[in-house]
T-cell receptor, first 111, second 116 residues
């Protein structure tokens, strides 16, 4: 399973755009990149998933360069409620479906 | 969207007793479910993979006789912490993968277990 590396923590202010980058140098050809958000004492929540280039949904954008060795989660105009831990995971269907979590990035949004 | 319901949300038990946690997929069938444990300020640690109709697959270092997993139907998996001790106090989370592609995994809301 591909290992991921993210910054341990990030600070931001309300209204700013936040970009969290994840490194996954050993990503396999059939691996997808998925980001989850977790609030304290809650289960993680799916944010976005992509394979290459750019994916956008109503919550975030995911940028994946051509070599796919990294990815960047972009949160536009964050609010206080976006304070959470964000996890980047890589994996594919051929790994028994297991999701292995890395350390995550603790995002703190300040007023 | 797909929902995974976990019950109870929190439980306090005495040392030496057993506690059962339920995980249900409400609007989809899940032949496979996953159980995680999370200690404060730490990431989620995968404990085991629950397989409907067969034995669970445990991750290295997880005691299968202590953490009993039963996946008797396509919508229900249970985790029983047997002979609980204070060090078993943690946040337990289950997850399952809905059949739709591209939607990732759905997680339960977690169970806070406190062993006193």
């Amino acid at each position: 399973l591909a290992k991921t590396t993210q910054p341990i923590s990030m600070d931001s202010y309300e209204g700013q755009e936040v970009n969290i980058t994840c490194s996954h140098n050993n990503i396999a050809t059939n691996d997808y990149i998925t980001w989850y958000q977790q609030f304290p004492s809650q289960g993680p929540r799916f944010i976005i998933q992509g394979y290459k280039t750019k994916v956008t949904n109503e919550v975030a954008s995911l940028f994946i360069p051509a070599d796919r060795k990294s990815s960047t989660l972009s949160l536009p105009r964050v609010s206080l409620s976006d304070t959470a831990v964000y996890y980047c995971l890589v994996g594919g269907n051929n790994q028994g479906g297991k999701l292995i979590f890395g350390q995550g990035t603790e995002l703190s949004v300040k007023p | 969207g797909a929902v995974v319901s976990q019950h109870p949300s929190r439980v306090i038990c005495k040392s030496g007793t057993s506690v059962k946690i339920e995980c249900r997929s409400l609007d989809f069938q899940a032949t496979t479910m996953f159980w995680y444990r999370q200690f404060p300020k730490q990431s989620l640690m995968l404990m085991a993979t629950s397989n409907e109709g067969s034995k669970a697959t445990y991750e290295q270092g997880v005691e299968k006789d202590k953490f009993l997993i039963n996946h008797a139907s396509l919508t229900l998996s249970t985790l029983t912490v047997t002979s609980a001790h204070p060090e078993d106090s943690s946040f337990y989370i289950c997850s399952a993968r809905p059949p739709e592609e591209g939607n990732g995994y759905t997680f339960g809301s977690g169970t806070r277990l406190t062993v006193v």
